[in-house]
């Protein structure tokens, strides 16, 4: 039910052909203050129309739109304002949840169109850092919600698993490394031998050329090398398997930057048949001065290939075995260039399709303001963010709720999803502040709250012993506090949809935030488990609640348990 269009329904049906319905509904406003009504037609595009007064217009044509939605029309100088029914919009509005459940907000959008999505993309024997974070959890919710207007994901982790750093590492395992040590702690034994190579390289020239002769044979498929190389990749990965699994995000692949090895010769070729190729100091580019660009590097001096041209042979891989309908990438804003570049070379290259590809970039987690930096090992380890994350949950759960059963399982489920959540709650492209403390608080903005909040809705549910809730005629609501919720309610198609245009999950975040808080104010004010005539329609609300906010979150990736 959308109480906007069939506001607009009713309107048209007195203007005939002098309005478009879809004109109306773009003409309906929401007045600035609650006594002025729900709904405001404002008459001066009709009145230019029909050369009249707009004032007179409203006042003739106020009396005419009736539908059951409406309880009362006003007319105020060129405004028709409407004021909603509330029990007939609420009982229609929990009738559609219940009935729903977690499908309510579902809209035929992308008709099952495949929509590759370039997400969190670690380097191998690097940290994960923040970033990749974001990607990793902004990708997922996308995803979510592409799911959720009826398009077919597909989960792409585009791994930095190849380039000249390999052989630096091989060097550097090789000189100073141990079996056991990488075992034990791949990532950080190989960062730091990755840091140590730098640090020795500082004076002694000579480590670099060793590093470029073993990236050289890795090419080369030599053995040693590869073998080397295969293992750093699957323990690096090991690793990136635990986030993954505590954030509960799959990836349908894995197909990172070594996968596109054998299909860059056809990129190359395919630059070349289009006279796209020229040749600067011994580099092959592309250049994009009519894109007011860069040139494109395609391939090194010494041959070597290069991300432009994994990326490129990466997009007609998709193209070719997807057949996508758009293909997005969440990667960081620094990186807005190189996919302006690669759009650019394949415009030139004659695919439309290129107009397809979205980069959906994003802003930069700080401390204090700075940037998280990963150079000189002074990283932030992900999992020990997350570590830290559950502890202080589990600190929160035992004070609260010392009884509460599967406190470890309930706390790895709030402090992991007080992480996500606080990434998704601001807006894509800005930066914001990370401080654990302030993350991982049950009031506020945050995902414990939202959680904390469902958690109350469902022990409500179980106070009444009801466990599901059928449509009736009965969940009718005329109060205040019930029709803040019950507009958050209506407006969750909408939300949806705008999260979607915009590729931002925050709306859905800012969603769940607000639905809690309203939640929040009807049950401090309004008496649910006392005996009154609403009481019915009280808790088919409640319900309609649980399913909202749950939904809200598991588009976002945060688990919602029932007690905490
Ligand atoms: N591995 C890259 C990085 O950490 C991100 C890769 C993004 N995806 C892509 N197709 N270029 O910066």
């Given at each position: 039910?959308?109480y906007?269009?069939?506001?607009?329904?009713?309107?048209?049906?007195e203007?005939?052909d002098h309005?478009?319905l879809?004109?109306?509904?773009l003409?309906?406003?929401?007045p600035?203050?609650?006594?002025h009504?729900?709904?405001?037609f404002?008459?001066f595009q009709l009145a230019?129309l029909l050369r009249q007064?707009?004032a007179?217009?409203a006042?003739?044509?106020?009396?005419k739109?009736?539908?059951?939605l409406i309880?009362?029309?006003?007319?105020?100088?060129?405004?028709?304002?409407?004021?909603?029914n509330k029990e007939?919009?609420?009982?229609a509005v929990?009738?559609?949840?219940i009935v729903?459940?977690?499908?309510?907000?579902?809209?035929?959008?992308?008709?099952?169109g495949?929509?590759?999505?370039d997400m969190?993309s670690?380097?191998?024997?690097k940290?994960?850092?923040?970033?990749?974070?974001?990607?990793?959890?902004i990708?997922?919710?996308l995803?979510n919600?592409?799911?959720?207007?009826?398009?077919s994901?597909?989960?792409?982790?585009?791994?930095g698993d190849?380039?000249?750093?390999?052989g630096?590492?091989i060097?550097a395992y090789?000189?100073?490394?141990?079996e056991?040590?990488?075992?034990?702690?791949?990532?950080?034994?190989?960062l730091r031998l990755y840091v140590?190579?730098?640090?020795?390289a500082e004076n002694?020239?000579?480590?670099?050329d060793?590093?470029?002769?073993?990236?050289?044979?890795?090419?080369?498929?030599?053995?040693?090398?590869?073998?080397?190389?295969?293992?750093?990749?699957?323990?690096?990965?090991?690793?990136?398997?635990?986030?993954?699994?505590?954030?509960?995000?799959?990836?349908?692949?894995?197909?990172?930057?070594?996968?596109?090895?054998?299909?860059?010769?056809t990129?190359?070729d395919?630059?070349?048949?289009?006279?796209?190729?020229t040749?600067?100091?011994?580099?092959?580019?592309?250049?994009?001065?009519?894109y007011?660009?860069?040139?494109?590097?395609i391939?090194?001096?010494?041959?070597?290939t290069?991300?432009?041209?994994?990326?490129?042979?990466?997009?007609l891989?998709?193209?070719?075995n997807?057949?996508?309908s758009?293909s997005?990438?969440?990667v960081g804003?620094?990186?807005?260039?190189?996919?302006?570049?690669?759009?650019?070379?394949?415009k030139?290259?004659?695919?439309?399709?290129?107009?397809?590809?979205?980069?959906?970039p994003?802003g930069l987690?700080?401390?204090?303001?700075k940037k998280l930096?990963?150079?000189?090992?002074k990283?932030v380890?992900?999992?020990?963010?997350?570590?830290e994350?559950t502890?202080?949950a589990?600190?929160q759960?035992?004070?609260?709720?010392p009884?509460?059963?599967?406190?470890?399982?309930?706390?790895?489920q709030v402090?992991v999803?007080?992480?996500?959540?606080?990434?998704?709650?601001?807006?894509?492209l800005?930066?914001?502040?990370?401080?654990?403390?302030?993350v991982v608080?049950?009031?506020?903005e945050t995902?414990?709250?939202?959680?904390?909040t469902?958690?109350r809705?469902?022990?409500?549910?179980?106070?009444?012993?009801?466990h599901?809730?059928?449509?009736?005629e009965?969940?009718?609501?005329s109060?205040e506090?019930?029709?803040?919720?019950?507009?958050?309610?209506?407006?969750y198609?909408?939300?949806?949809?705008?999260?979607?245009?915009?590729?931002?999950?925050s709306i859905?975040?800012?969603?769940a935030?607000?639905l809690?808080?309203?939640f929040n104010?009807?049950y401090?004010n309004?008496?649910?488990?006392?005996?009154h005539?609403?009481?019915e329609?009280?808790?088919?609300?409640v319900?309609?609640?649980t399913?909202?906010?749950?939904?809200?979150?598991?588009?976002?990736?945060?688990?919602t348990?029932?007690?905490m």
């Open positions: 039910m959308d906007r269009q069939l506001i607009a329904e009713a309107i048209h049906t203007l005939q309005l478009e879809n004109e109306i509904n003409l309906l406003e929401k600035k203050h609650a006594e009504g729900d709904i405001a404002p008459t230019k007064n707009p007179q217009i006042s003739e044509l106020g009396d739109v009736t539908s059951p309880s009362k029309t006003e007319v105020v100088g060129p405004y028709i304002n409407f004021y909603l007939s919009v609420s009982q929990i009738n559609e949840v729903d459940k977690g499908n309510y907000g579902n809209l035929s959008i992308g008709n099952g495949n929509v590759p999505i969190s670690p380097n191998i024997a940290p994960m850092s923040m970033g990749h974070l974001r990607s990793t959890v990708g997922n919710a995803s919600i592409l799911e959720k207007v009826d398009f994901p597909i989960r792409i982790n585009h791994l190849w380039g000249t750093q390999f630096k590492l060097t090789k000189k100073w490394g141990s056991e040590v990488v075992k034990a702690e791949p990532i950080k034994e190989l140590k190579f730098h640090d020795e002694d020239p000579e480590l670099e060793e590093g470029r002769a073993w990236f050289r044979r890795l090419e080369e498929g030599n053995e040693e090398a590869v073998a080397i190389w295969k293992w750093f990749r699957e323990e690096s990965l090991k690793e990136f398997e635990n986030v993954y699994k505590r954030l509960n995000i799959a990836f349908d692949s894995y197909n990172g930057e070594a996968f596109y090895n054998d299909k860059m010769a990129v190359v395919l630059l070349d048949e289009h006279k796209l190729l040749v600067d100091q011994g580099a092959h580019i592309v250049n994009l001065d009519k007011d660009l860069n040139p494109a590097l391939r090194k001096s010494d041959g070597a290069l991300y432009m041209t994994r990326d490129l042979a990466a997009a891989y998709r193209r070719d997807y057949d996508f758009q997005l990438y969440v804003q620094e990186q807005a260039n190189h996919f302006k570049q690669l759009k650019a070379v394949l030139e290259l004659g695919f439309d399709w290129s107009d397809d590809i979205h980069h959906i994003f987690i700080t401390k204090d303001g930096s990963t150079r000189k090992g990283v380890l992900l999992e020990e963010v997350l570590n994350a502890a202080l589990l600190q759960i035992e004070e609260k709720n009884d509460l059963p599967n406190k470890e399982r309930v706390a790895e402090g999803g007080a992480v996500v959540f606080h990434d998704l709650k601001n807006d894509r800005n930066n914001f502040d990370f401080t654990i403390e302030e608080q049950f009031e506020g995902g414990p709250y939202v959680q904390y469902r958690a809705a469902m022990s409500i549910m179980r106070k009444a012993g009801i599901g809730v059928s449509p009736s009965q969940h009718a609501l109060d506090y019930s029709w803040e919720v019950v507009k958050l309610l209506h407006d198609p909408k939300t949806i949809k705008r999260a979607y245009e915009n590729y931002e999950p859905i975040a800012k969603h935030i607000q809690a808080q309203a104010r009807f401090a309004v008496r649910v488990l006392d005996e005539p609403e009481k329609a009280r808790l088919a609300l319900f309609a609640i399913e909202v906010l749950k939904e809200d979150l598991r588009i976002l990736g945060v688990q348990p029932d007690e």
